[in-house]
Structures are given as structure tokens and as C-alpha cells.
């Protein structure tokens, strides 16, 4: 034993600075992510896309591709009649037949020897288009006699020969409606002594994962399908592959390789996937797919373009009285996640503030552009940034300090909103006035005023914004929960195989904190397994900020069922009650006298060695407390609530338009550390997110082409362009959190953009409502050299 | 049948030989035939530099460079610095600053900060800044990767 090395304990591990424990494998390149796996007999697949933006499908002619050597198979929709639709919506197939609606559109797919040979093969698919008319924009989708995008049942035939309708023909290109209410409007706007209103609009961005997507599909000789996914939802996903394929979903296990990057972008099925089973099923060989960046841009989801129109109002004492919002989402071709973004922007419109009054109504507009999906934040960026433009028009309105308005307004603890959520916790207005005061925001906002006029062209201003966010889960399936499975072996080792998923976001390692935090062991006796869908218990998926709230509850619950089995078999061992005993530096000790009774490993040999062999092995699953939304979306939908403010000080060159982001202050309620080092790396990344939506991305679409799709045109921020970032942790310490944890993941991204549209104004009195704030974007909008958005004139 | 060139370099202090067509890139002769796969494919443009490598002393974008181009080069990558007394400083830094979230792009880093640090020993931030311009990440945004090679530089000079 003595030549082994000794585990380190350092007492309590919650709130310290602990390294990502899959850390030094990636910092030494030695990590295989999907694109560094390659299987005996891997065939390689690519995609043939449409080269017209709208156009019907004359004829497809394979017969060259099929003749190049090397080709084992190509497919087209004819091939593959069986084919069913996927996405939200099930609007679309992934590989069309007779139609296609976007460039990004699937038309045929090549399994090949090398990904050369199938690149050779793709190119020589001839297809005969006949071009339809391109719906450009939503406002075009809405006019009348705008071209259909869906005006055609969606039709499939089964294996059994017989044809289904499984997406309706529509009679308009609305791909989906959310319409909610509190209150009553006119009675707001007639309590109101101002009124503001403004058409915003926000622009195309996309998630730009540094690994691009991927994915391997094999079925064994049983037929049982292995897929080698990026997913971050593998347990819904295994049931809509089953559907897809018609298989039983007990056949269906997904290994998730290491994830390069997810923030949203892999919650749904994509057509890739489905392509490249059908691919393996049909050549009976492992087929790996992989998207070269080009693609990645043209055909991974994005955060969509949103036109909003937002009237508000407040009394001479700075109430609000109330807020009608209406939205015009571009849904892009086919129906994925994004058009869902509404059940986050309502909590934000009629929550974030007390507002007694608020309408909201939104549609998701079909058109030949890219497909909107999920994206960290999910809609939040785009509500909170005409909410926050608008509290600081209001505050002005009235002659107010934009902060005391805020105050005035902001929620507070044990508050029920009257759209159901209920705010246990909830540190909003600590929030507003850390970062007020560390950024001496009132101060820096008064000064900055005064200077409107002082002939210097480039110009300061400080900008406030606030966010609203689920942090405890969000039941919007019939189950928000995760399972954890506790092993320990004869060593008191542990091995914590958890549901959850890691995208890079630090959940093994926080979930083996809160384990070992209550095992009293330290972080080295721990190995966390969550990539196997056959070994890990269910969970609902990586998402809407949710692992450390839900899978550390669930880890928690496991370990305390451990560490109960522990104490009891002590507590016979050594004759005393097991309250007075405890699991301390891999001992168990007596609390009373902080006597070692006896090593954690060597009470599990014994436990194991005896006649009554036992194993110290748990399993706990939990559901958070929360409540589905009924029709009206009125509900508590998450266990907990985040909040943040973010105060931006930014520099506005007005001769040239660049805006530079100098310093983002935040205060983010967050419930409790857990790990300091993981949640500043969370904030920090999330705010250069919410940097580059703010100033620099700009996913180009015209006339449905991307224009942009490399990182050469589509700039993201890069290392000289961040801010200076201070951060300060709100510790609420929430009743449900483990450890009072709340989530955090997608809050950082949401403020800054919406801050820096306050900064400019405070900077130089000009009001933008477009984003983004590119330098010709702030250049034309400085020299009134644009117009302002307009709402849709037909609709 | 396309024309194939014989190739021969010292990768990792290590003489290999290989075959590679015209067309390939060192980054796809060093992942598909060499089997190092420490080096990303994240652009294929010279833009994002997950592919960071090194040849004969400098940094280079391994997609930007034709496979043959390396004949009687000198290439490291990632895996060929393992007892490299300044990589391993800065690895060890980017697991304890924080650095590394989904790491896709941190092989690129190091190898794009240990270049730095050969040039110039103690950098300030703006230079660490600067000198990782052409590397992107989406996870962390960069504050704790300036942080990591920052005190690298102070643990190795």
C-alpha cells in the first residue's frame, strides 16, 4: 500500500477552483472526438445538396456516380421509399424526392472507400431542376400569392407499400403561432403617462461548434444500429431514430464521443443522420459522415432573424403598466427547435419585470432560408434586447435613473408572476446593484450624457441590461428528470454514471464534486461515465441550462444513498448509531470525536468478503418539482430561476462606426458556486458569445444563399477584441439547487447585446434597433444614413 | 489513377516515409495516413487554427500546407511534445486556469502559444493576445487561455 500514491483531500470541494478532470487528455490532443474515430471497414459519406435555392426535382441521374470505383452506394429518396419525416414539425425528409426548399437542401448521398472517392462521386449526380419562386424574407412569406413552401401534403410509403400523409398540406406559410396574455392593455396604456414603441430587428446567426458535425452508424449482424453521435439529447433520440427507422428503440444504443462544441445546435435529428443509417444499413458497413466547415454553415441550424414589434408603457412613478409585443420569427424552410424560441422569449416579456399588463403574439414564417434551431439562450438574446432598450427609453420618458427604474420594477423573492412561475429564489435586484455599483454605472451614464455634444467623435458609454432565465430544468416534456447509477468498488472508488451529457460545459466534473462532497472523497476517486446510452440511465438531454440543477440532484441522491449504506454496515461494525457516524478523507468517522473508525475501501472489502456479500451500488432518479405549462403557457415550468445584469462600458468610434466592448460587469445570481473556475469559464465564454451577436456575426442570407459560410466573412470575436470581464456570483443559495446551485449555462450570452444597444445610446444619443452593430450597421445608423425596421406593411 | 508522391520528413524527431497524392494536405496526410489526430480539422481555410503544427521552427496551419510540401521538413504536432519542458508547462497552465472546455481547439492553442513563447519568453497579455489572433475558440472566450499561457511563461522562464 505505502508505495501507492496517497489521495489528496482537501476538505470541502464546493465553491473551489477545480480543473475540468477530462482537461489534461484534450490540452495533450489525446482526446478522439467523432472525426478521430474511424472503424474496420468504414465506408465515408457525402451529401449532395441542391444547387437551386426553390425548385422542383425533374429527374436525378446516379448512373456515373454508381460507376466511379470505390462507390459502394448511392442513394436518393427513391431509394429509400421507407423514409420518414423529421425535425419539430415532421415537415420535412432528409433526403427529397420531388421538391427542395434551400440550398442546404439533401438530394442524394454517396458511401465510398474515401471521403475523395465519395466527394468525386457526388459531383457527378446530374440533376434536372425546374426553378419555383424563392420566398426571400418573412415579410415576402406573408404577402398574398406568396409562393407555398409546405401548400403539398408531405406523403411517404411505407414498407408496406401504403402511402401516408404525415405532414398536411398549408394554406399559408405560418409554420406555428404562440398568442399569450395577462392582464388587459388598454387598461395599461390608460394608467400610462409614456408610451415608447419600436420595431426591432435581429439578425441570422449560427452556432459555429469549432468541432463540425458528424456522425457513424454501423448495425451489427442482429441488425441492432450503433451510432457514434454528437446528439445532446441521446435518450429522445434513440426513440425518434426508432421511429424513424421503425425499429424498436431497445435496439438503438448511441456512444457520444467527446462533443466539440453544442450550445443548442444538436437537439434535433438533422437529415445527415438519417442518411447515414441508411447508408450503413444498405452497404452493411460502418459509414461515417462528416461535415466540412462550408457545410457546417450551410447546414447546421441558426438563431433566427426575429422582427419585433414592442409597445410599453409606465406611470409618473415609474410602474410599468404594460407591454404588447408582437413577433415575426423567419423560420427558414423546414421546422426544427427554433420555431419553439417564444416559450423562452414570453417568460422574458411578461416576467422579467412586473408588468401587469402584457400581450404576446408570434409566428414563425416559413421561407427558402436556413432553418432556424435551438441556440444558447433560445430566443432570450432577441426578447431581452428590445425589454432592455425599452426600460431605458421608459426611464428617460419619465426623467428617471435607468437603474432606479429597473428597481422599481425588478422581481423579488417569493413572487408568483402571473404567467405561473414562481421565483423561490431569486437575487435580481442584488444583481442590479453589484453591477451598478462595481461598474459605477450611474456615474459613468451621467457623465457620458453631457458629452453628447463636445466635438470629440469617439464617444464612451456605459449599458444595463438584465435577464430572466430557467435555472432549474424546464419541464417541457413529460419528464425533466436524470437518472445516476453509484458504483463503488473495493477501494472506494467510484465510478458515477450519470444521464447527462458533456458538450465542454464541466458537468463530469461538478457532478463528481457534489459526489465526492458527500462520499467525503476526494475528486481522484471518481470516474464519471456519461457517453453510452446502453450503461447510462435516462435523462432528458443537455439543454435550457439544466445539468448542474437536475444531474447534480440526481448525483446527489445517489451518493447520499450510498453513503447510507456505508454508515449502516459501520454503524453494525462498530456497534454505534449510525446519525453519529460520517464519511470524511475516505474514512469513517465518528462525529462526536472525529475519530477514523475505519477506511471507506476496507469496510467495502469486508461487505464484500463476507457471507452476506453486498455491493455498495446505487441508483437514484430525480424529478424537479416543476409543472408543464397548460394551453395558455401559464406554469411553473422550472424548479428554479436565474438571474443576471450586465453593465457594458463600450467605445463608439462615430467617424467609422466601430464599437469597441471595453468591459462587461456582471452580477449573476447563480444560487451557489460549486465550481468557481467552470462557472467563470461558462460566464466568460457566454459573454464573447453574446459579443460576437452583438458586434461582429452576421450570418449573410439573400435571396436564400448564405454568402458568408466561412470564418473569413462570418467573423467571430478573436482573442484582442475581448473585454476587460468582471464577474460577481450572487449566492442565493437556492432551497431546491444541489448545494443551492442554480444553472447558469446559457445566462452569460443573453445581456450583452442588449446592454451595448443601451451603451451606444448613452454614448451618443442615437437610438439603434437592428443588430448587428457591425461598423457600417453604427456608421449609417449614426449619419441617419439608414432607415429604422419597419413593421410588415401586409401584415 | 492519380499520380501519388513519395514523401520523407522528420515528424515528432522521428524519420517517416509515406505516400501522399497531389492534392492532400499535411493536415489530412497527418491525420488519415499518419494517424495523429491531436491536430483538428476546424476550417480547412488557414482561419481557425485548430490545426496548428509546427514546421521547421515556425507555426503553420497543417490545412494550408500541401502534404508534399513537408518533404524534408522538420513537422511537430501536439503528440510530439510530451517530454517538451514548455509545452508541458503550458498544458499543465490550461488545465489549471481553466482553458479547456470542449477542447476542441485547445491542441491548436498550445501549440500555437508554445511558438510564442519560443520567440518572445515573457509576453505581456496584449502580446499573448496578438500572437493567439489566429486561433479561434467558442467555449471559453480566451480570457482564461491568455491567463493559462500567461503563467506558463512565468512557470517556464
Same mark, same amino acid.
Not at chain 1, 468504414?42 to 441521374?61: M, T
Not at chain 1, 392593455?185 to 426591432?200: H, L, Q
Not at chain 1, 446567426?205 to 454501423?218: F, L
Not at chain 1, 451603451?759 to 439603434?768: H, L, W
Given at each position: ?104 437542401? *439533401? ?307 417569493? *413572487? ?92 463530469? &466534473? ?82 462526536? &470525536? ?202 | ?157
Amino acid at each position: 500500500m505505502d508505495a501507492m500514491e496517497k489521495p489528496k483531500y482537501d476538505g470541502s470541494l464546493i465553491g473551489k477552483r477545480i480543473p475540468k478532470m477530462d482537461a489534461p487528455e484534450k490540452a495533450s490532443g489525446k482526446t478522439r472526438y467523432i472525426h478521430d474515430i474511424d472503424l474496420p471497414g468504414q465506408l465515408h459519406a457525402k451529401i449532395l445538396r441542391s444547387s437551386e435555392v426553390h425548385a422542383r426535382i425533374v429527374a436525378i441521374d446516379t448512373g456515373a456516380a454508381r460507376a466511379l470505383p470505390g462507390v459502394h452506394a448511392v442513394i436518393t429518396a427513391a431509394d429509400v421509399p421507407w423514409q420518414r419525416p423529421i425535425g419539430v414539425a415532421k415537415d420535412h425528409l432528409p433526403l427529397k424526392g420531388d421538391r427542395v426548399r434551400s440550398p442546404r437542401d *439533401e438530394i442524394a448521398a454517396v458511401a465510398a472507400e474515401s471521403e475523395d472517392i465519395a466527394a468525386a462521386a457526388v459531383k457527378l449526380i446530374k440533376v434536372e431542376y425546374e426553378p419555383l419562386p424563392i420566398v426571400a424574407t418573412a415579410e415576402d412569406s406573408l404577402k398574398p400569392g406568396a409562393a407555398l413552401l409546405h401548400g403539398e401534403d408531405l406523403i411517404v410509403t411505407g414498407p408496406d407499400g401504403k402511402r401516408e400523409v404525415v405532414h398536411k398540406a398549408s394554406h399559408d406559410n405560418v409554420a406555428m403561432t404562440f398568442n399569450y396574455g395577462q392582464g388587459d392593455i388598454p387598461n395599461g396604456e390608460a394608467e400610462s403617462v409614456v408610451v415608447v414603441e419600436d420595431v426591432f430587428r435581429l439578425h441570422y446567426v449560427t452556432h459555429c461548434c469549432m468541432g463540425v458535425s458528424g456522425v457513424i452508424a454501423e448495425f451489427d449482424a442482429s441488425e441492432n444500429l450503433l451510432l457514434y453521435s454528437n446528439t445532446q439529447v441521446p435518450f429522445l433520440h434513440k426513440r425518434e431514430f426508432a421511429e424513424l427507422l421503425g425499429m424498436d428503440p431497445g435496439r438503438i444504443r448511441i456512444i457520444q464521443p467527446p462533443i466539440g462544441g453544442g450550445f443548442g445546435s444538436k437537439l434535433d435529428i438533422y437529415p445527415f443522420e438519417p442518411i447515414a443509417i441508411y447508408l450503413a444499413k444498405i452497404t452493411h458497413r460502418p459509414v461515417k459522415l462528416i461535415f466540412s466547415r462550408e457545410e457546417e454553415f450551410m447546414a447546421s441550424p441558426t438563431r433566427q432573424p426575429v422582427l419585433l414589434k414592442m409597445r410599453s408603457g409606465c406611470r409618473s412613478d415609474g410602474r410599468l403598466t404594460f407591454r404588447d409585443v408582437e413577433t415575426v420569427h423567419d423560420n427558414g424552410a423546414y421546422t426544427s427547435w427554433g420555431a419553439t424560441t417564444p416559450f423562452v422569449m414570453m417568460q422574458t416579456i411578461s416576467s422579467l419585470y412586473r408588468v401587469p399588463n402584457c400581450n404576446y403574439r408570434t409566428r414563425a414564417i416559413y421561407t427558402n432560408n436556413p432553418y432556424a434551431g435551438s441556440f444558447r439562450g433560445y430566443g432570450n438574446l432577441q426578447a431581452t434586447f428590445a425589454v432592455e432598450a425599452h426600460m431605458d427609453k421608459l426611464a428617460e420618458a419619465i426623467g428617471m435613473d435607468p437603474l432606479e427604474f429597473r428597481l422599481i420594477n425588478a422581481q423579488d423573492p417569493g *413572487e408568483v408572476t402571473p404567467q405561473g412561475m414562481h421565483f423561490k429564489s431569486c437575487g435580481f435586484k442584488d444583481c442590479l446593484q453589484t453591477a451598478a455599483s462595481r461598474s459605477d454605472y450611474q456615474a459613468k451614464f451621467s457623465a457620458a450624457r453631457g458629452k453628447w455634444n463636445d466635438g470629440n467623435p469617439v464617444k464612451r458609454g456605459v449599458g444595463m441590461a438584465s435577464m430572466l432565465h430557467v435555472g432549474g430544468g424546464a419541464k417541457i416534456y413529460p419528464s425533466d428528470g436524470c437518472g445516476t447509477i453509484i458504483k463503488m468498488d473495493d477501494f472506494a472508488h467510484i465510478t458515477l454514471i450519470t444521464g447527462a451529457s458533456e458538450i465542454g460545459q464541466g458537468s463530469e &466534473t461538478v457532478l463528481a464534486q457534489l459526489a465526492c462532497e458527500e462520499l467525503g472523497l476526494p475528486l481522484s476517486a471518481v470516474t464519471v461515465v456519461n457517453n453510452d446510452t446502453d450503461v447510462k440511465p435516462w435523462d432528458v438531454g443537455v439543454h435550457a441550462s439544466r445539468t448542474t440543477f437536475i444531474a447534480g440532484n440526481s448525483a446527489l441522491g445517489a451518493a447520499r444513498k450510498a453513503k447510507a449504506k456505508i454508515l449502516a454496515a459501520a454503524a453494525s461494525k462498530f456497534g454505534r448509531p449510525a446519525e453519529r457516524l460520517d464519511l470524511r478523507e475516505g474514512c469513517v468517522i465518528d462525529k462526536a &470525536t472525529g475519530e477514523k473508525l475505519i477506511e471507506i475501501g476496507k469496510l467495502i472489502r469486508s461487505l464484500h468478503f463476507s457471507d452476506k456479500a453486498e455491493l455498495v451500488m446505487t441508483t437514484f432518479y430525480y424529478e424537479p418539482p416543476s409543472h408543464k405549462q397548460d394551453k395558455e403557457f401559464r406554469g411553473d415550468v422550472s424548479a428554479a430561476y436565474a438571474w443576471a445584469t450586465q453593465v457594458v462600458e463600450i467605445e463608439v468610434d462615430t467617424e467609422t462606426g466601430i464599437v469597441k466592448l471595453l468591459k462587461v460587469i456582471g452580477a449573476h445570481d447563480v444560487g451557489r458556486v460549486l465550481n468557481r473556475l467552470g462557472i467563470e469559464g461558462q460566464i466568460e465564454g457566454g459573454v464573447v458569445m453574446g459579443q460576437g451577436y452583438a458586434l461582429t456575426e452576421d450570418l449573410i442570407v439573400e435571396n436564400g444563399v448564405i454568402r458568408n459560410p466561412n470564418f473569413r466573412d462570418y467573423k467571430l470575436v478573436t482573442a484582442p477584441e475581448i473585454p476587460e470581464i468582471d464577474v460577481s456570483f450572487i449566492e442565493t443559495m437556492d432551497g431546491e439547487g444541489p448545494q443551492g446551485a442554480k444553472g447558469v449555462g446559457e445566462a452569460p450570452a443573453i445581456c450583452v447585446a442588449a446592454a451595448v444597444a443601451n451603451a451606444i445610446y448613452n454614448a451618443t444619443g442615437v437610438r439603434i434597433t437592428a443588430l448587428p452593430f457591425t461598423p457600417e450597421n453604427v456608421y449609417r445608423a449614426l449619419h441617419s444614413n439608414s432607415q429604422p425596421p419597419t413593421w410588415i406593411a401586409a401584415a | 489513377m492519380s499520380p501519388k508522391i513519395d514523401v520523407a520528413f522528420k515528424l515528432n524527431g522521428v524519420d517517416v516515409r509515406t505516400t501522399v497524392s497531389p492534392g492532400m494536405s499535411a493536415l489530412e496526410m497527418l491525420r488519415d495516413e499518419l494517424h495523429l489526430t491531436g491536430t483538428k480539422y476546424g476550417c480547412g481555410e488557414g482561419e481557425c487554427g485548430a490545426c496548428t503544427i509546427n514546421v521547421d521552427g515556425l507555426s503553420a496551419n497543417a490545412c494550408l500546407m500541401f502534404a508534399a510540401d513537408c518533404h524534408g521538413r522538420e513537422i511537430v504536432t501536439i503528440e510530439g511534445l510530451v517530454s517538451d519542458p514548455r509545452t508541458e508547462a503550458l498544458k499543465k497552465s490550461f488545465v489549471a486556469y481553466g482553458a479547456v472546455q470542449c477542447g476542441f481547439c485547445t491542441p491548436g492553442f498550445v501549440m500555437q502559444a508554445r511558438n510564442l513563447l519560443e520567440k518572445v519568453r515573457s509576453p505581456t497579455p496584449e502580446q499573448i493576445r496578438r500572437g493567439i489572433e489566429g486561433n479561434l475558440c467558442r467555449c471559453t472566450g480566451y480570457k482564461k487561455i491568455v491567463e493559462a499561457i500567461s503563467e506558463a511563461a512565468a512557470a517556464s522562464s
